[in-house]
């Protein structure tokens, strides 16, 4: 059976979506701060994530914005194969959702309408990074995320060789977090995507920075890798908003997909302490 979707239903959800992103931090984030203060060792590490907790319990209580940088609005569509749109374009409703949530939510116009002339929007623009995926059924799930640009201009690809292994991954994760330093807001989610092309490991560490940070691999190779890897990234003592201490990360992600014998492509995008995004489907 062919189900039939007004865009305005998605236009109306994404206006929704964008202002509960930017309210509220994900539960399990913000448990995994609170967590985090507890077993911080350095003193400041320590005050600096009790303040990050309280900021984002009185973000939510007064219905403020937990970040100045709303970011890029980037929405992923499960799209059911058996779904049909109508009303409209599908892209314009989901850009008039990002407009109106935006407007409604008090959040900031950050997005740049040529990035090679760097004209800023002076407002009532704003456009989202689309990915859509084609599953069966009738239903679409939507992950909606507001990412900030601290940690997004920190991330980092790479394309390695499969001789490269593990250790290359492992090597590379730790110099972009290294490298990242206090500019990517620790502490920070790291999503790590393996194998495609070169676009599908940019992809898949998109998807992994958004997973649920309690949620671990089904592999257990991989889940191993993901504890072995916070572990190593939280010995670099970058520590809260760079300042020192143990937590430089509350969770790594790992995603993969196969790839060509000849190649290991390798991403990394890392998410600030205040990662938001939400879900809800349709």
């Given at each position: 059976m062919i189900r039939d979707i007004d865009v305005s239903v998605l236009r109306d959800t994404v206006a929704r979506l964008i202002v509960e992103a930017n309210y509220n931090i994900p539960d399990d984030i913000l448990q995994a701060l609170r967590d985090a203060a507890v077993r911080e060792e350095s003193e400041i590490g320590r005050r600096t994530l009790e303040?990050?907790?309280?900021?984002?319990?009185?973000?939510?209580?007064?219905?403020?914005?937990?970040?100045?940088?709303?970011?890029?609005?980037?929405?992923?569509?499960?799209?059911?194969?058996?779904?049909?749109?109508?009303?409209?374009?599908?892209?314009?409703?989901?850009?008039?959702?990002?407009?109106?949530?935006?407007?409604t939510g008090y959040l900031r116009w950050s997005v740049t309408g040529d990035p090679t002339r760097m004209l800023k929007t002076a407002g009532g623009d704003a456009p989202a990074v689309i990915h859509t995926e084609i599953v069966p059924g009738s239903d679409v799930q939507i992950t909606f995320a507001s990412k900030g640009f601290g940690a997004e201009n920190m991330s980092a690809l790479k394309m390695f060789v499969p001789a490269d292994g593990v250790p290359a991954i492992t090597d590379f994760v730790l110099e972009t977090v290294d490298r990242a330093g206090a500019d990517a807001c620790p502490p920070i989610i790291v999503g790590v995507g393996v194998g495609g092309t070169?676009?599908?490991?940019?992809?898949?560490a998109k998807k992994a920075v958004l997973r649920p940070i309690n949620v671990r691999h089904p592999r257990a190779d991989l889940?191993?890798?993901?504890?072995?890897?916070?572990?190593?990234?939280?010995?670099?003592?970058?520590?809260?908003?760079?300042?020192?201490?143990?937590?430089?990360?509350?969770?790594?992600?790992?995603?993969?997909?196969?790839?060509?014998?000849?190649?290991?492509?390798?991403?990394?995008?890392?998410?600030?302490?205040?990662?938001r995004r939400i879900s809800t489907s349709l």
């Amino acid at each position: 059976m062919i189900r039939d979707i007004d865009v305005s239903v998605l236009r109306d959800t994404v206006a929704r979506l964008i202002v509960e992103a930017n309210y509220n931090i994900p539960d399990d984030i913000l448990q995994a701060l609170r967590d985090a203060a507890v077993r911080e060792e350095s003193e400041i590490g320590r005050r600096t994530l009790e303040q990050l907790v309280r900021n984002y319990e009185i973000a939510a209580a007064e219905r403020l914005p937990v970040c100045q940088d709303s970011g890029v609005a980037v929405v992923m569509l499960e799209v059911g194969q058996d779904v049909h749109w109508t009303g409209g374009s599908l892209q314009e409703a989901i850009f008039e959702g990002v407009r109106e949530g935006t407007k409604t939510g008090y959040l900031r116009w950050s997005v740049t309408g040529d990035p090679t002339r760097m004209l800023k929007t002076a407002g009532g623009d704003a456009p989202a990074v689309i990915h859509t995926e084609i599953v069966p059924g009738s239903d679409v799930q939507i992950t909606f995320a507001s990412k900030g640009f601290g940690a997004e201009n920190m991330s980092a690809l790479k394309m390695f060789v499969p001789a490269d292994g593990v250790p290359a991954i492992t090597d590379f994760v730790l110099e972009t977090v290294d490298r990242a330093g206090a500019d990517a807001c620790p502490p920070i989610i790291v999503g790590v995507g393996v194998g495609g092309t070169f676009e599908t490991a940019a992809l898949l560490a998109k998807k992994a920075v958004l997973r649920p940070i309690n949620v671990r691999h089904p592999r257990a190779d991989l889940c191993r890798l993901e504890s072995e890897l916070l572990e190593r990234v939280n010995d670099l003592g970058i520590g809260p908003q760079g300042l020192g201490g143990r937590i430089t990360a509350l969770g790594v992600n790992i995603e993969i997909y196969p790839t060509h014998i000849a190649g290991l492509p390798v991403a990394v995008n890392l998410g600030c302490h205040s990662t938001r995004r939400i879900s809800t489907s349709l």
